[in-house]
């Protein structure tokens, strides 16, 4: 059985870690800025609540994160059967830069956010997880409870669609 | 090569495209406001100790519970409420009514759940007393017609056979002790409502023709009853000897139960099989296996402990009755009484080595004991003043008590050299035999032995 000091040390370096993560995770899974704000701070409250009982462990607190959020998210399909992307433009979202606004960046931001949200989502989340968090394959599928030969399928596909929406090859002609 | 060349380009401007998303995140309002809600709620939820650990899976398990009864309550609560109004209301019900089909197959359902075979054994010669005493009601209350008496008829024909099959399954599963004594409680009970029906055919044709009917699945046989209604009736009127030329008449479930205790009782290489209408005795050098079997199944400590212990438990079942007729409450401890001295006689017999005889004892008192069940169980149920003095009736027939006698079985069991055939023997009958062994106990042959004979006879063997 871990100490107490130990459990609040893990909990603390994880949501260091990946308090933003997750909330991206959320944010391009659920369209909802306040929503995804929401599920993200109540995957790191079930997150404690697991760990606080001193007696289960967490091999990998990350993929264990993304595990949490996901299926907070499909509870809330549930309760909720559509999103609307107005809702993501119109509320927009918050591009974190060091200190200072960076339009250019915002504006290019707000392109990938787009392209993102024109894939599919089940090509959206293994792209999301794979190029912004940069999780491997294999973490991937523990995450979203897959086999490596599907995310990987997944990506190839996310890869090709992105390069078409983002006229990645075009510039590259 | 180019190729190559071209895929990796495209592959890194698609990479710093998507880093691009990595800029989208919460505020540094936002951050706070989650850093200090999560904070916040580590403090008032802080890490579990070994004690609380445990409460908690406690009541996760049960919130688990509630939660799921939660949801299906309210369909639950409605289900729960016609099945059981249903029951309820059929469970008054007589043959021949619509509800009938329910309250037997309620019965059936609680029959499927007694997992235990002498449970279910047990439940099925209950099944067939309320039969009879549905059968009572029927008279009682004139409502006898031609559905309900098919319907009864039908009923306690596959009653009896259900529990003959499963008084077979008992023995075939070495429960010989179970399968006895059920046995046993079945026949007191149908004795006792025999008697009753007999009385009340006296007065009423309706209940003659009734038992014509269905009379031969507990022992009235239509074609003796029509001929023996008249003197059964009057022997019946006539008092305690004749009344016992009606128990003669052979029950329908003398069954191979009885068949192997009688085995042990009756000699080594004698066999009494039982048919319908008579008793008749087979001597069959095959049955000496079977022989064994009894008398090795019938060790004689386990026999001392198992009486004394049904004596024990009958003893506070009387005393847990309350709703007793006074009588009926003295007659059965009467009866106990006479069960516990005839096990201390046993037990006395066997300090001096007298096997036969202590065992002898002890089946008796068993036997007293097995009656005492079934009375009282039908005595506590609001009895009429008819059934009440049926009851005692029985009781003082079989027991003898009116006079004291206790009738040992002793002096046939041990008579006869085994090949001669011995004569049939009916319930409650003084069988006696002229070439009894009785010096062993002391007991003079033909002899039928009342209390004071037992305490005497103790007396000897104690010397």
Known sequence: ?173 | MKHNKTDKNKKSILKEKLELLRHVSMTEEEKDRMGSFLSRYVELHPVLGEQERVIRERKEKYSAFSNVFRRLTPGFALFVFFVWGGVALAGTSLPGDNLYSVKTTSEKIREVFSFDTEQRARYKAERINYRLSEAHKLLEQGSVSEKSVQRLSYELEVSLEDLRTSLDTLEAEGEYFAAFEIGRMHRSSVDAYKDVFLRMSEESEEVRSFLRTVGFHFGLDSDYFALNNQRSSTALAGGEDSSREVSTLSLALEDETTELLTVEEFGDDARILETDAESMLVSDEGVEGETFEAESVLDFETLKLYVSVRISETERQIARARKLDPRLRSALEKQLEEASLLYQSGVVASESQEEDVARSFFLDSLNLVGEIYPLLRMATNKPSELFIVNILKTLEKDGGAEDGEVLLEEEVRESGDGNDALPSLEIGEVATDEDSAEEESGVSEGESLNLEGVRNLLDEIEL
């Open chain 1, 1 to 173: 059985m871990k100490r107490a000091e130990d459990i609040e040390e893990i909990f603390n370096e994880a949501y260091g870690a990946y308090s933003d993560a997750i909330f991206r995770f959320c944010f391009f899974k659920i369209s909802d800025k306040e929503k995804a704000f929401d599920l993200a701070q109540e995957t790191f409250v079930r997150l404690w609540n697991y760990l606080r009982t001193g007696d289960k462990e967490v091999d990998n607190v990350r993929a264990f994160l993304y595990k949490i959020a996901r299926n907070l998210i499909i509870d809330e399909y549930r309760k909720k059967s559509t999103f609307s992307l107005d809702a993501l433009r119109e509320g927009g979202f918050d591009v974190r830069t060091d200190g200072h606004k960076d339009i250019q960046l915002e504006v290019d931001a707000r392109e990938v956010v787009d392209a993102m949200y024109l894939l599919d989502e089940l090509y959206r989340e293994v792209a999301l997880l794979r190029f912004v968090e940069g999780l491997q394959p294999k973490d991937i599928a523990e995450s979203l409870s897959l086999t490596e030969n599907v995310v990987s399928v997944r990506l190839n596909r996310a890869v090709k669609k992105l390069r078409i929406i983002l006229k990645v090859e075009d510039e590259t002609q």
